[in-house]
């Protein structure tokens, strides 16, 4: 593989979840709220955290996303559709085989 920036290569990580969605886990977070209960899920791929504020009856009050740097687009930056990234996730899939067994 060739040089690639750090903006670069945390960008190709965060491919699998612009593609296919966070892969979440439940987590505890330092944040604190006084409008109810924290609760927070964690990416355990890119780290993005999902802080969700529970009402005392369970319902949702607030949701944030604590994304890492880097994650959003920059402004100017080209936005790609779901399609171009199931794109971009193949592409990146082939590049860890081995050449024999790639698919395009
Ligand atoms: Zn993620």
């Known amino acids: 593989m060739s040089y ?17 969605g966070h892969s979440w ?4 977070s330092t ?3 006084t409008m109810g209960y924290p609760l927070t899920l ?22 944030h996303y604590h994304k ?8 100017g930056e080209e936005r790609l559709a779901r399609s171009d990234f199931r794109l971009i996730l193949l592409e990146l899939r082939n590049e860890d085989r081995p050449p024999q067994a790639r698919a395009i």
């Open 68 to 75: 890492p740097e880097n994650y959003d687009l920059t402004p």
């Open 25 to 28: 886990f439940d987590y505890d």
């Open 4 to 20: 690639e920036t750090t903006w670069f290569s945390e960008r190709r990580g965060y491919v699998r979840c612009r593609t296919i």
């Open 42 to 63: 964690r990416c355990e791929r890119c780290g993005t955290e999902r802080r969700d504020v529970i009402g005392a009856f369970g319902q949702l009050v607030t949701r």
């Open 31 to 33: 944040w604190t709220t």
